[in-house]
């Protein structure tokens, strides 16, 4: 089939081939392209969400400090109440407008509408309530708004950011600051509170210690993750380092308030005031880092965000570009071949039909433009060796002269000369007249051969004359093919070693696929070993909050052996009462059997406020890691799309090159077939030609040879020679017919 296409045929379905690995990878980048731009476009719809979540997260620590210390009797806390609350529902006004829009389409509207249906209803019940369900109630509203926070940064992949930079920035934005604002405002808030009652209990004093670490953990994690991106973009040091520092200076200042104050004095001396605006002044600078952090976050999507779209439209022009260069190449290429072989063949058509002056023109200086100067030469050679008219006339002038002159020894009179002059024809007459002397000698031996050759030189003529004729149209039909042979085997060249380099670029395309292919599948591999990981340590977590609920069973279990205990020594002081003198003695073991329980009963708060605290962290843990397993599943699922897609491109890759080869093998095999058959037909041809020459060679002898016979026998028929044959004896005249 691929051999009977024309040229320009073949051209095309070369270059289609060649450029369907080409398409197909632009098609990919285009695709990967889209996904970046739409995962930024959507981390950048979910930084609309930040900057109000922020006052939110800011103000409602503020309203909780507040309300603690109003209701624990501090009136002087009532403005800063007020002032918190108005900008709390300035907060949560803006996010439901933002909810209306965008809540649906993320699946947030729920979880958005219980927390400003609490919010509402902690409002109303503030001055019904305690210290201690109103910060209950402020802490649990916070988590959940904290969760409602992190929930948008998953949902809007603001949270798994590829860029190290925004991704460090981003957890600190989502995680690192808000935790740790949400626990310095607790800190805040116990300190108000306890400050106001001027006395702090042990279970909250240890949750304040609890709080204290774990405030100093989500500063160091914040600090880490800050820096971390630091070392990634050197242009955020100088812009954030500043403010970091700060906000964790101020922040370990309410921390070592609080240490100093809550856990080690014995008497409390500071005033609410002072937690307060120490907790105020913390919050405001986390937030300002925060409010900075978001800032710089939105201009590195919004720069990634135009890169994207700029590489996009960039890689799209360079692809169209070069599929216009390389169609206007191949229309160049095979308008210069065709145009060329036009030119030529129009050329061999004049000649044709006998216009000597037609010459090729040259259109480029390849192959075929070498064929058509070459031509060209020769037909100007050819042409120089025709003899022109006015020759042809002069030359037959001087013949005719000549042969007026020698007519009458046509007719028999021997005794006439033709006249020697300078013409071409003038040796002919001198070499005539020298025939002539000597033909009176020989005359009468030529009449008796005469008539047996005549009829010999008759019959071979005819004979020769048609070999001669069939060897002239035999040679110039296989000089025709010869030289059509020869083209058609250079074109098949050409075609074959482009299809070789078509071949060449299907297999690196091939090997390019192949490569990519293997790496997807490693990273598939990788990703599913770190999701069996977190799944392990997933199970572990659990096993240990199992365990902290073990451990909290035991400790009720001790908490009821101290209360079994106090009852046993409250009846042992009863019975020494009633022993009397007799048991003082058992009445003081008594005292100290409820000294310890008491004791006991202080451990078991403890521990269990302890194993709260550790329940709650373990609980955060293993929401984490259930987070981090989704993602991971997730980033499997991408992974192996993208390894069934480069699996489908290996695919139509190896289908390109078995076809590519299969057109470079029948290409190869029908140049090679070409050359052998112009070699055999050039061969002939010049064969046929040498025959062809030698047979117009001997047809002219012969036909020289008949003519003259056919003469010399109808002159010889006209003398009459003497019966001895000698030159005295003259010559008589035979009587005309």
């Known amino acids: 089939m691929i051999r009977n296409l024309k040229i320009w045929q073949k051209l095309l379905l070369a270059g289609a081939l060649a450029v369907i690995p080409v398409l197909m990878l632009s098609l990919l980048f285009l695709q990967s392209r889209n996904e970046q731009i739409a995962r930024t476009q959507a981390e950048l719809s979910g930084l609309e969400y930040v900057s109000p979540m922020r006052r939110l997260i800011e103000s409602m620590p503020l309203h909780r400090s507040a309300a603690n210390a109003v209701l624990s009797g501090d009136s002087s806390a009532g403005p800063a109440l007020s002032d918190a609350r108005t900008r709390v529902d300035a907060a949560v006004a803006e996010l439901t407008a933002i909810e209306r829009r965008k809540g649906r389409e993320l699946g947030t509207n729920a979880a958005w509408d219980s927390i400003r249906v609490r919010w509402e209803d902690l409002k109303l019940r503030m001055d019904s309530i305690s210290a201690e369900e109103s910060a209950s109630r402020h802490t649990q509203l916070i988590t959940d708004t904290l969760a409602h926070l992190r929930r948008i940064g998953d949902l809007t992949g603001l949270a798994a950011d590829p860029d190290l930079d925004t991704y460090y920035l981003a957890g600190a934005l989502l995680d690192r600051l808000p935790w740790a604002a949400e626990y310095l405002g607790q800190i805040a808030a116990h300190g108000a509170s306890a400050t106001a009652r001027r006395s702090i209990g042990a279970e909250e004093s240890a949750q304040v210690r609890t709080l204290i670490r774990q405030a100093a953990s989500s500063l160091d994690f914040m600090d880490r993750s800050f820096e971390s ?303 069996q990981h977190v799944q392990e340590t997933a199970k572990r977590m659990k096993r240990l909050g199992e365990s902290s609920q073990e451990i909290g069973e035991i400790v009720q279990l001790i908490s009821e052996i101290s209360d079994r205990t106090s009852i046993l020594a409250l009846n042992a002081s009863i019975q020494a009462a009633m022993a009397g003198e007799s048991g003082k003695g058992f009445a003081v073991v008594a005292e100290e059997v409820e000294r310890l329980a008491e004791r006991a009963n202080e451990a078991t708060r403890r521990i269990t406020v302890l194993i709260k605290s550790v329940q709650t962290e373990t609980t955060e843990a293993i929401s984490a890691m259930e987070a981090t397993t989704r993602e991971v599943v997730e980033g499997s699922q991408i992974a192996g799309e993208a390894g069934d897609r480069l699996a489908q491109i290996e695919e139509v890759s190896r289908h390109i090159t078995g076809l590519v080869q299969g057109i470079s093998k029948e290409a190869g095999e029908q140049a090679a077939g070409s050359d052998r058959l112009a070699s055999s037909v050039a061969e002939v041809s010049a064969a046929t030609h040498s025959a062809a020459v030698e047979a117009l060679r001997a047809a002219s002898d012969i036909r020289n040879l008949a003519t003259m016979v056919t003469e010399l026998n109808h002159s010889m028929a006209r003398f009459k020679v003497p019966a001895g044959g000698s030159r005295a004896g003259g010559f008589v005249h035979a009587a005309a017919d």
């Open 229 to 531: 991106a630091f070392r990634q973009n050197e242009d955020l040091r100088s812009k954030l380092e500043g403010p970091v520092s700060t906000a964790m200076n101020s922040g370990g200042y309410l921390r070592n308030l609080a240490q100093r104050e809550l856990i080690e004095r014995g008497e409390i001396a500071a005033s609410p005031r002072a937690f307060l605006e120490s907790g105020s002044a913390s919050l405001d600078k986390l937030f300002k880092v925060h409010e900075m952090t978001a800032v710089h976050v939105r201009a590195l999507l919004e720069r990634r965000h135009a890169m994207l779209v700029s590489q996009k439209w960039s890689q799209l022009s360079w692809a169209m570009g070069l599929l216009l260069l390389s169609a206007l190449m191949a229309f160049v290429i095979q308008r210069g071949i065709t145009e060329q072989v036009r030119s030529m063949s129009q050329t061999f058509r004049q000649i044709s039909r006998g216009d000597l002056d037609a010459r090729a023109e040259i259109y480029s200086r390849d192959e075929l433009g070498m064929m058509a100067e070459t031509t060209n030469v020769m037909l100007a050679n050819t042409l120089s060796l025709i003899q022109s008219r006015e020759e042809r006339d002069r030359i037959q002038a001087s013949i005719r002269k000549l042969l007026d002159d020698v007519s009458g020894v046509a007719e028999g009179d021997l005794t006439k000369e033709a006249e020697v002059t300078a013409e071409m024809t003038g040796a002919i007459a001198d070499a005539f007249n020298y025939m002539l002397a000597e033909l009176r000698t020989v005359i009468g031996a030529v009449q008796t051969t005469t008539s047996s050759v005549n009829g010999t030189a008759q019959k071979v003529q005819h004979v020769t004359e048609d070999l001669a004729g069939n060897s002239r149209q035999q040679s110039e039909r296989v000089r025709a093919a010869s030289q059509v042979l020869q083209s058609v085997a250079q074109s098949i060249r050409d075609v074959a070693s482009r299809a070789n380099e078509a071949s060449l670029v299907a297999e690196n395309a091939l090997a390019g696929a192949l490569a990519g292919g293997d790496a997807v599948r490693r990273t598939v591999e990788g990703m599913t070993g770190i999701r």
